[in-house]
């Protein structure tokens, strides 16, 4: 149970990047290759924010007059990881549009069958 | 074939991972800088946000190359995009149904109400730019899918996004001759805390970035959708 | 409370291996928006409300809308 308590956050975030790592490797098709990126972006932010987690601590807000400054989490890497969020979806957009135009030229996404023709 | 080789490496990596993160506590103090934002960040700034004044007032020039990022993604969306052209032949646009006209007309002022409160009140709860920027391009989205075949004018979008950045750099150009002679520096009275005029430049530059952020996505949808709805 | 987290854990792993392994592009699209309301929920555990408000937005609202739009204009189905 102690284990679970340190290390279920650390869990999820590898398992996302595991398996985004594994979409980007295995399949074939551009849009599910896409898909993969996205669900990879995700892991590595929840990396982030629970690397920057403080136990008993709360959100760094002074929202009530009577709230001390002990005792927050680490404002830092919610900073860092709000930017990491905004740019990987203007990756994603400039992506699919890029999908869109190989779609239109190749007459298919699949990666494999589309290399013997020009681009 | 594939497969295989593609769990081996991942098994490797994962191994990797975990040998490095194991070495990481969970739950323990890491850093001192954060400490040193949480105490200091109410006398420096005047936002009771410490991750907004972390964003907007320490790092602020961060923040200006992402948003610098964000444009030029944008941009090269509408590049590609326009080289390829209208989509394949979908004839016949039926219009919406009844829930979603009617929802529309009720729900978008309304969401644009409350994307404009989230990120004019970042600098006292949690909110700030970029989700109130997201929240009124989604109102957009609502729009195109209740009306198919309605187009926001890109000239009126373009022109928001644009000023919009132009407000942000003026207001960093005149930290550097009003303030304390640094790039986006505060020149603003900071007020009294968790007042709505508080903060010095805050509440400027995040809705500069909140309406630039909206029309934006908005234009990036507008592009993907294609002639015919 | 570390049950439900445990269990938010397994159904976000859940939803991720169910997007690697769907034909139906647009069934793969929805799952990886229940992976980014799931992670959203998880940021709130951890203690960060901004991202998770920029996460829920941003990720579970507009990414799958321009992925749906996206899959409208090219082919639906894997092969």
């Not at chain 1, 594994?22 to 990126?37: A, E, F, Q």
């Not at chain 2, 039926?94 to 004019?120: D, K, M, T």
């Not at chain 2, 022109?159 to 919009?164: C, G, I, N, R, Y």
């Not at chain 2, 150009?173 to 903060?199: D, E, I």
């Amino acid at each position: 149970m102690s284990f679970l308590h340190d290390y279920v956050y650390y869990i999820g975030a590898f398992g996302l990047v595991a398996v985004g790592l594994l979409i980007l490797l295995v399949k074939r098709n551009l849009i599910k290759l896409i898909i993969g990126l996205s669900i990879l972006d995700t892991g590595v932010n929840m990396l982030l924010i629970s690397v920057g987690y403080i136990t008993g601590g709360t959100a760094p807000i002074f929202s009530r007059p009577g709230l001390s400054e002990g005792g927050m989490v680490d404002p830092v890497p919610q900073a860092l990881v709000l930017t990491a969020i905004v740019i990987g979806v203007a990756i994603l957009a400039l992506a699919l549009g890029l999908a869109v135009r190989f779609y239109k030229n190749c007459g298919t996404l699949d990666l494999r069958t589309a290399k013997e023709l020009k681009w | 074939m594939r497969l295989a080789v593609g769990l081996i490496l991942l098994a490797v990596i994962g191994v990797g991972i975990a040998v490095s993160l194991g070495g990481i506590p969970f739950g323990a103090p890491k850093t001192v800088i954060g400490d040193h934002y949480v105490d200091s960040a109410r006398d420096d700034t005047g936002a009771t946000n410490v991750v907004t004044s972390v964003v907007v007032g320490y790092r602020a020039f961060d923040t200006l190359g992402e948003v610098t990022v964000l444009f030029v993604a944008a941009l090269g969306l509408g590049a590609v995009l326009a080289a390829a052209g209208g989509g394949g032949g979908r004839s016949g646009v039926e219009p919406a149904s009844l829930i979603l006209r009617v929802g529309n007309a009720f729900l978008f002022p309304l969401i644009l109400l409350f994307g404009a409160y989230i990120f004019s009140h970042g600098h006292l709860t949690p909110g700030g730019g970029f989700q109130g920027g997201a929240i009124i391009a989604s109102a957009f989205l609502l729009v195109y899918l209740s009306s198919p075949g309605k187009r926001i004018s890109a000239t009126r979008a373009r022109a928001t996004e644009s000023l919009s950045g132009l407000v942000f750099v003026v207001v960093g150009l005149l930290g550097l001759t009003l303030g304390a002679h640094n790039f986006l520096a505060n020149f603003l009275p900071k007020g009294v805390p968790n007042t709505l005029f508080s903060a010095g430049i805050i509440p400027v530059v995040y809705c500069a970035i909140g309406l630039k952020v909206g029309s934006e996505l908005a234009g990036v949808v507008d592009g993907l959708m294609e002639e015919t709805g | 409370m570390i049950i439900v987290v445990s269990l938010l854990v397994l159904a976000m792993l859940a939803a991720a291996v169910a997007a690697l392994v769907y034909r139906d592009l647009l069934s793969a699209v929805i799952a990886s928006c229940l992976v980014s309301l799931l992670a959203s929920i998880l940021f709130l555990f951890l203690q960060a409300p901004d991202v998770a408000m920029a996460e829920a937005s941003i990720g579970a609202a507009l990414v799958t809308a321009i992925f749906v739009i996206t899959i409208r204009r090219t082919k639906r189905y894997e092969e």
